[in-house]
C-alpha cells in the first residue's frame, strides 16, 4: 500500500506563473488536507476536502489559490500569478474519513519563486 | 496566544538521556497529536491520543484532558531521534490539524 504521493517533490517558477501541486492520497482514503510551511515558519492549515467537496478552506488565501479533489485522480492545490511569498513547502495529508483518524503525511512539494 | 503552545523551543541534549517535550492547548480536543519532522522536511505521524497514555518503542506520549496538557518522552535517547518535533490538535467535527510551533531536538553523541 503506497504512502500520501506528492509531485513534483520540486518546483521553481517565476513570478507571474502558476504552480499545481498534485497528491494522491492513500488507498482508501477519502480525506484531504493541504498544509503550508512558510520557511522558517511552523505548519498552517490551507484546506481541507473530501472526494469532489471543499469540507473547510478557511486557511486558504482567498486569491490566487484554489483546490480540487475530483472523483477521479489527485487533488490539485493551484497557485496563480505566484510570488516570492508563495515559497514554502506545501504538505498533503490524507486520511480515512471516519472520526478521530491519523493523518498520513506525504513528502512535500518544495515551491521556489524567482 | 497560539491555540496550541509547545516547550521549550530547542532542546540540546547527551546521548542516553531522558527527553521530554511538552505541549498545552487551550481548547477541548477530539485529538492530540505528535509528529516528527526529519531534517530532511519529510513529516511522520508518531501518535495520535485523546487520552491516557500511548508508547511506541522508546516514544511515550500521555495525555491529561483536564489540565489541556500532553507530554512526549523519548528514553534512552539518540543521536537518530535529532528531529523537529510537533504537536498538534483537532477538534470534533472538524479534523483539520492546528500546530504547536515545534520542538527542535538536537541529542550530542
Known amino acids: 500500500n503506497a504512502g500520501v504521493m506528492q509531485n513534483p517533490r520540486h518546483l521553481v517558477r517565476r513570478r507571474g506563473q502558476e504552480a499545481r501541486l498534485r497528491c494522491s492520497p492513500m488507498k482508501g482514503h477519502s480525506h484531504v488536507y493541504w498544509y503550508r510551511q512558510l520557511p522558517e515558519e511552523g505548519l498552517k492549515f490551507m484546506v481541507y476536502?473530501?472526494?469532489?467537496?471543499?469540507?473547510?478552506e478557511s486557511g486558504m488565501p482567498k486569491e490566487r489559490f484554489s483546490a480540487e479533489f475530483p472523483k477521479e485522480g489527485p487533488s490539485i492545490l493551484r497557485i496563480q500569478q505566484v510570488v516570492r511569498g508563495d515559497s514554502a513547502a506545501y504538505f498533503c495529508a490524507s486520511s480515512p474519513g471516519l472520526a478521530y483518524n491519523e493523518q498520513f503525511f506525504g513528502p512535500g512539494t518544495r515551491l521556489t519563486v524567482l | 496566544k497560539n491555540e496550541v503552545e509547545q516547550s521549550p523551543q530547542n532542546l540540546t541534549a547527551q546521548e542516553g538521556e531522558f527527553i521530554t517535550i511538552n505541549c498545552s492547548y487551550s481548547v477541548g480536543i477530539s485529538a492530540l497529536h505528535w509528529l516528527q519532522q526529519h531534517p530532511g522536511g519529510g513529516i511522520v505521524s508518531l501518535f495520535m491520543?485523546?487520552?491516557g497514555k500511548k508508547k511506541h518503542g522508546r516514544l511515550i506520549a500521555t495525555i491529561n484532558i483536564q489540565e489541556k496538557h500532553s507530554s512526549l518522552h523519548i528514553t534512552a535517547s539518540h543521536p537518530r531521534d535529532s528531529a523537529v518535533y510537533i504537536c498538534a490538535r483537532t477538534l470534533f467535527g472538524n479534523e483539520k490539524l492546528t500546530f504547536g510551533t515545534g520542538t527542535r531536538l538536537t541529542i550530542i553523541p
Open positions: 491520543l485523546s487520552s
Open positions: 476536502l473530501q472526494k469532489e467537496n471543499i469540507i473547510d
